[in-house]
């Protein structure tokens, strides 16, 4: 089938599509034989533009001032590259860009992709710099103004002319346009154009068999990316994927967090017959906390029955006795507990630790029990996956203006949900209002501490 392609290139206020707006736009529609039609324009930004980026461009405020405005032109990007492959040197920049301006406006900006960066890697193996510079020099490629949109991308539709000129250039094309997969790997009833379609934000994916069954859940920052990994090797997981699966839904979350509480939901819920993690309510091994005669705050991995479950000090739970034993030995390497006092090691009199100065011998009494519970206190702070106070956390949402939250509340996990938090003005009845509620367990309570850990910036609503 013939392809078309709009080659574009993009000027901006800085480099984070979110934050920063373009200044000026270029897109040369190409048949791969030749330019068939051009179109540029400067923008009004709205904002203002940094000094550094005026001296690079020589886009300058009084330039942009009566340009129109994004949305001004927004109907004509879209007739531009409808039904084209949107082609741009570092791709991923020009096409975040345009897809963060089109969101704004509440539009779903989606395109077939194609980098000129990976295919000149591809055409040109062994350059030094493959920026558009060097492959300009490299080319003796002619160029009038250099970072401005039309001259940029008059670079970039000659250098692509020189890749499509290699005889196998076409083989290259189709593989970095379909994302890497080879149409051959794809189920029979899934089509590229469906994988284009997927969405390339955050959240929680599912892909259906021949009855519409769900038979694998998963969870990505980037729903199509993910997918497609999924089809681009030949793998067992790939091979099984390529016999049950016949369709694809997804549910975009914003929140890498909330994607992550609804993937471990829906595995439980659903228990798809590929996916294996994650299925199991509450783990079968656990480390639990207690004192010894002497005193001493003991840590001890165990695999109870339900009813001795109910009588023990609980820290943690594993569904690997390995996973829980690793665990407890990297606290214990950590605050420098007693071997003996965590039951990593057997026997009576000093533990092996305390001969190399790793223990401080609590094992024979050298070390009083308050100053070792001290240190056995924070080993099972990092341990616990007990959420002992009541807060929301607050993180990305779908949209601007919107902020997903996930409630925790009397030590578990309660649900998660979505609001505009200017409207809702702190009012905590109003947060709970929009919570999902969900079953609390030990997966749910170890990514909400995991994602709390690791976030320190992440905001929190106490109560």
Do not use: W
């Not at 707006?21 to 540029?40: M, N, P, R, S, Y």
């Not at 077939?112 to 492959?135: D, E, I, M």
């Not at 902020?403 to 979505?418: N, Q, S």
Request: some cysteine.
């Amino acid at each position: 089938m013939e392809k078309h392609y709009a080659i574009v290139d993009i000027e901006t206020t800085g480099g984070r599509a979110v934050r920063d707006k373009i200044t000026e736009i270029a897109i040369v529609l190409h048949d791969g034989q030749k330019i068939v039609d051009k179109f540029e324009t400067l923008l009004n930004p709205e904002t203002t533009i940094p000094y550094g980026i005026t001296e690079l461009t020589g886009i300058t405020q009084e330039m942009v001032a009566g340009a129109p405005k994004f949305y001004e032109v927004a109907k004509k990007i879209v007739e531009m590259t409808e039904g084209a492959i949107f082609v741009a040197h570092n791709v991923r920049f020009d096409y975040t860009f345009l897809r963060e301006e089109f969101k704004r406006l509440g539009y779903t900006f989606s395109c077939k992709q194609l980098c000129t960066v990976r295919l000149a890697r591809k055409a040109f193996p062994g350059l030094p710099s493959y920026s558009l510079s060097n492959l300009i020099r490299h080319f003796d490629i002619k160029i009038e103004n250099r970072h401005r949109a039309m001259g940029d991308v008059l670079a970039t539709v000659e250098l692509f002319e020189t890749i499509l000129e290699l005889e196998n250039s076409g083989e290259n094309v189709n593989e970095l346009i379909n994302l890497g997969i080879k149409e051959s790997l794809l189920p029979k009833n899934l089509s590229m154009e469906k994988l284009h379609a997927l969405p390339e934000e955050c959240g929680v994916y599912y892909f259906h068999d021949e009855t519409g069954a769900v038979a694998y859940v998963g969870k990505s920052i980037n729903i199509k990316k993910r997918v497609a990994q999924h089809f681009s090797k030949k793998t067992v997981k790939a091979a099984k994927l390529q016999q049950y699966v016949h369709d694809i839904t997804f549910e975009i979350t914003g929140s890498e967090l909330i994607a992550l509480l609804l993937e471990s939901h829906e595995i439980k819920k659903l228990r798809p017959h590929i996916n294996r993690a994650q299925r199991m309510q509450q783990f079968p091994y656990l480390i639990h906390s207690f004192k010894n005669e002497q005193g001493y705050l003991c840590l001890e991995v165990e695999k109870p029955n339900a009813r001795k479950r109910r009588t023990l000090n609980v820290v943690a739970e594993y569904p690997k006795v390995r996973s829980a034993r690793e665990h407890l030995k990297s606290a214990r390497d950590t605050f420098d507990l007693c071997a003996r006092h965590c039951h990593l090691e057997k026997g009576t009199g000093p533990c092996f630790d305390y001969h190399l100065k790793r223990c401080q011998g609590a094992c024979i009494g050298v070390e009083p029990p308050d100053e070792y519970n001290l240190r056995a206190e924070q080993a099972i702070e990092m341990l616990s996956i007990l959420l002992d106070q009541n807060f929301f956390l607050i993180d990305k949402g779908r949209s601007e203006e919107e902020r997903g939250v996930v409630l925790v509340e009397g030590g578990e996990y309660r649900g998660f949900g979505y609001a505009n938090l200017e409207e809702m003005n702190g009012n905590l009845e109003a947060l709970k209002d929009v919570i999902r509620p969900f079953e609390s367990n030990p997966d749910t309570k170890r990514i909400v501490r995991r994602f709390f850990m690791d976030n320190s910036k992440v905001k929190v609503i106490r109560f």
